[in-house]
């Protein structure tokens, strides 16, 4: 089986951190890039930052630029978004996005006072 799982979600409030988790199963996770995506509502899905295979990162959307920051940990299959400075227009669902054009099933970020 190939999944992704996140988790790490939860209640913010602003100027606080989370860090979120991806949790690769099925496939070995070295050969691979995951992308962190985001979904508020009533707007379309955006990328946040993607890391690639080698441990290079990118920053996708410039909202989150200097406050959140990819890294992965091959040896336990997990991919984290780690989360600073959070804002109420960070609240969103969350998503890891890997091969095979798999998705988790979505971790909920809610920065609110």
């Known amino acids: 089986q190939l999944q992704l799982a996140e988790s790490g979600g939860g209640l913010v409030q602003p100027g606080g951190s989370l860090r979120l988790s991806c949790v690769a199963s099925?496939?070995?996770?070295?050969?691979?890039?995951i992308a962190w995506f985001r979904q508020a509502p009533g707007k379309e899905r955006e990328e946040v930052s993607c890391i690639s295979a080698d441990g290079g990162s990118t920053t996708s959307a410039d909202s989150v630029k200097g406050r959140f920051s990819v890294s992965r940990d091959n040896a336990e299959k997990t991919v984290y978004l780690q989360m600073n400075s959070l804002k109420p227009e960070d609240t969103a669902v969350y998503y890891c996005?890997?091969?095979?054009?798999?998705w988790g099933q979505g971790t909920q970020v809610t920065v609110s006072s």
């Open positions: 996005y890997g091969p095979f054009s798999s």
């Open positions: 099925g496939f070995t996770l070295d050969y691979f890039a």
